[in-house]
């Protein structure tokens, strides 16, 4: 097992009704902004929820922010941060919703001489001070309510790109799954996907007999198969969404990367593909990932075959064959989850491939994947098997 | 799922070297007392490792903490850390080492006008302040390292008693598994019976539908059952002391037990063959559980069903045979790590049994289990099934 530092200070409150904690977590004394998304927390009650658990705290709004949270959007909520004073923020939505808070409170704080867009140019490295912040789940997908991390696209340039750093851990994080009871199944089959994708990025990359990390991980993914069907199938169902939030939590909080190699080449491949043609993310990395693992599978083979083994339960016959088929199974159940697979399902064709190519390339994305071995050829190979 | 409300903020440094990484985890300023055991530390470099870290912090030492650390004990490390105003305290050993450092932590601060015996008498719930402090893990085994329990024991009364208090959670937990290479097999055997225990205290209980705990606490185990044995017949090799190293930590930890229903009557009787017979506390565990889980098949019936395919692949077939099956492998594993599963094995006989119920009936373990329904009369059942 690699070494690791594994830290996760977010407080989970986790089930029906606790949004009404809010009013113990938050600090009485504090200038709250409520930031959110397009409003659909208006419709299915969580905003009356929040306002209610917070009657009596000075609370300020900023709606509006976008899925693939823009810097443009976001640093009009700094300036109001920094005119009103507020001293806590609380992001009430999905993974959009809560990256783009995190970008708020470390830029908010920055230092004054420079554009804030400068924490995504240094990945974060440079942040020294961040506000203290929490978060309302209301999608499960990205995790983002448990890490540190961030994803941020500049509308300008259509650059997407991300962040890292322990001062933006959500201070708490509120997961009710009944708030997903409102979900357009579309947004709930992106979710499973989504998650299960995150897992695939550490899991199936080099052995490192971390054994509790990949039993989690594998775990992770048999929810998934087992649940996400039944999200769609029975979309009430409170413990089938309770299980998809919490894997998408448990997905990316760092335990199943602690002490294990990482790949995350399917996301960066996929984040351009979203800044250029604006698929959905877990649309993208739906697309990428089964042709990553073909392309790949000589790197990964002692994974694939773990992985074809334990989630999908091939376990004997010709090997290449069983990891083909474990990448097939993959794809039909991303298909299953209302998710397609390939990039001509989006309109897209080998004319668009050019101006991916060249983005991954001015973002310096040339070295990809756990073996940094994924070069501009290999990633053109991927999507040319994509499409 | 069960709501649940899941905070660990540790900060874990995990892997060979990281004592190391002491000097950057512990505040300059600080004046810090170390407290260990019995000195081993000192023969298997661990102490040297730790000195060469902080040796231009100011650095007390307090040795001699027993194995299940006594009151008596700790209240001199209390007295000392008042004398010379420590305000960092560092824990460098395994379990027992861990739980004084927290009862130090917090009894250097209690109320002026009490005993600190009241913290245990309360259950740590009285606990207004703590002084920060950090572990150095010597020998996996009670999770301690990264939850805020504790378990101390008061020689004069021979009370075993335990609280837990989110102010003690250590601020980092350095897990460098080379440090277990010089353990006494005991105590490897120890140690690994006390993590399977563990996860069985949370995991075989009721039926929770919560699915992902559920995979983790079967991934530990099935950990516990491959990497177990290699530890006795490999006692170097460093993988294996990594998974059981991080096994005891996510054992415990708190993410198996988030929203899952927990029982704890096997450490409760355990505590007390403890207490009164000096048994080590995996024999304790080691004797109990077994009977338990016979006694109250009936109630655990689902998930015994589940344990018996999952993690003993007993699929087929009967289900009480298959029940029974699966918990006659799991007395022949913990006998396979050396630790013996029936009173008589530790010379007690019925004669013994008296004064454990009456110790339960004075320490008020009258309503056991996850069900609460673990009476004296079904404690006398389980102790006469495990003579």
Chains 1, 2 share one sequence.
């Not at 397009?38 to 976008?66: H, M, P």
């Not at 997407?160 to 322990?166: D, E, G, P």
């Not at 775990?219 to 979309?235: D, I, N």
């Not at 351009?272 to 649309?283: F, K, S």
Request: charged share 20%; hydrophobic share 45%.
């Amino acid at each position: 097992m690699n070494n690791f530092d594994y830290y996760n200070p977010t407080q989970v409150l986790f089930g029906k009704g606790q949004i009404a904690a809010l009013s113990k977590v938050i600090p009485r004394q504090a200038k709250v902004l409520m930031l959110y998304g397009g409003g659909s927390i208006k419709k299915n009650g969580v905003y009356d929820q929040v306002k209610t658990a917070l009657s009596d705290i000075s609370l300020l709004e900023f709606g509006g922010i976008e899925a693939n949270p823009t810097y443009e959007t976001l640093m009009q909520a700094v300036a109001l941060v920094k005119a009103e004073k507020v001293d806590f923020l609380l992001a009430v939505g999905g993974g959009s919703v809560i990256d783009g808070t995190k970008f708020v409170a470390a830029a908010a704080v920055f230092d004054e001489g420079q554009d804030p867009w400068q924490i995504l140019e240094k990945w974060g490295g440079n942040i020294q001070a961040a506000l203290p912040f929490g978060c309302v789940l209301t999608l499960s997908a990205t995790g983002s309510e448990t890490n540190a991390a961030a994803v941020i696209t500049r509308a300008e340039t259509k650059a997407k790109r991300s962040f890292m750093n322990r001062l933006v851990f959500p201070k708490f994080a509120i997961l009710d799954p009944t708030t997903s009871f409102s979900l357009p199944l579309r947004q709930v089959g992106n979710g499973v996907v989504d998650t299960f994708v995150h897992v695939v990025e550490q899991y199936l990359t080099l052995p490192t007999q971390a054994k509790v990390q990949e039993r989690l991980a594998e775990g992770v993914l048999l929810t998934l198969l087992e649940e996400g069907p039944r999200a769609l199938s029975e979309p009430d169902d409170y413990d089938v969404r309770a299980n998809l939030m919490w894997a998408a939590s448990c997905a990316l909080n760092g335990q199943i990367g602690a002490g294990m190699v990482q790949d995350w080449a399917t996301h960066m491949i996929g984040h351009e593909l979203t800044a250029l043609y604006g698929l959905d993310h877990a649309q993208t990395l739906a697309v990428v990932l089964p042709s990553m693992l073909r392309v790949r599978a000589k790197q990964k083979r002692e994974m694939l075959l773990q992985y074809a083994s334990r989630v999908w339960q091939l376990e004997s016959g010709d090997e290449d064959e069983r990891i083909e088929l474990a990448i097939t199974k993959t794809e039909v159940f991303f298909e299953n989850m209302g998710v397609k697979t390939h990039l001509g399902d989006y309109g897209l064709n080998e004319q668009h491939m050019g101006a991916v190519l060249q983005a991954l390339e001015e973002h310096k994305m040339t070295a990809l994947g756990e073996t940094r071995d994924v070069t501009l050829a290999i990633s053109r190979q991927i999507l040319e098997m994509a499409l």
